[in-house]
């Protein structure tokens, strides 16, 4: 169990409840999860109408075009994300990466309305697993599908034991 795991487990009683404070500690967890999510973009893209006329790298872009933007290939730049396939959720640490070339729940004024409950629940989830478990996929190479969300073929079996008193 990572230390600020640790840390909060050890601070609680037993069945005591995660708090505001406690969920704003789990700063290396959150970098991983965003990791987890640039490699794995919960979402595949959207389209979006040109407003007027574009001109994109000698290309004309008409009024009223629809345009498609991939959110996992964004994740993927190296001119953002150097070594684009190594998991490192150190990228998120600090200031993070370059604003709009991460974006698994979009940007501006488009920003999914659930970020932050999903961050939440996330927490959450990841802190008790963690705390009361040891696990292991069942399936280690399970094949994904897009359609649209990535989603595990076989439902992701896992096998929960709970860690020794």
Same mark, same amino acid.
């Given at each position: ?63 009223? &075009? *629809? +345009? ?8 993927? #730049? $190296?001119?953002?994300? =150097? ?51 040891? &696990? *292991? +996929? ?8 897009? #359609? $649209?969300?990535?989603? =595990? ?13």
């Amino acid at each position: 169990m990572r230390t600020e795991q640790k840390e909060i487990a050890t601070s609680k009683e037993v069945r005591e409840y995660l708090n505001w404070d406690d969920i704003q500690k789990m700063k290396h967890t959150w970098d991983v999860v965003s990791e987890v999510l640039r490699l794995t973009s919960p979402i595949t893209g959207s389209f979006r109408e040109a407003l007027v006329d574009l001109n994109y790298q000698g290309y004309i872009i008409p009024k009223g &075009w *629809k +345009l498609y933007w991939n959110g996992a290939v964004t994740h993927m #730049d $190296p001119k953002f994300f =150097p070594n684009t396939k190594k998991f490192d959720p150190s990228r998120f640490e600090g200031a993070g990466p370059t604003p709009f070339s991460y974006v698994p729940f979009g940007g501006g004024p488009r920003m999914c309305l659930g970020k932050e409950f999903a961050r939440l629940e996330i927490l959450v989830f990841i802190h008790n697993v963690v705390k009361d478990f040891r &696990w *292991k +996929l069942l399936i280690p190479n399970e094949k994904i599908e897009y #359609d $649209p969300m990535p989603t =595990p073929i076989e439902g992701l079996p896992v096998l929960l034991q709970p860690h020794s008193s």
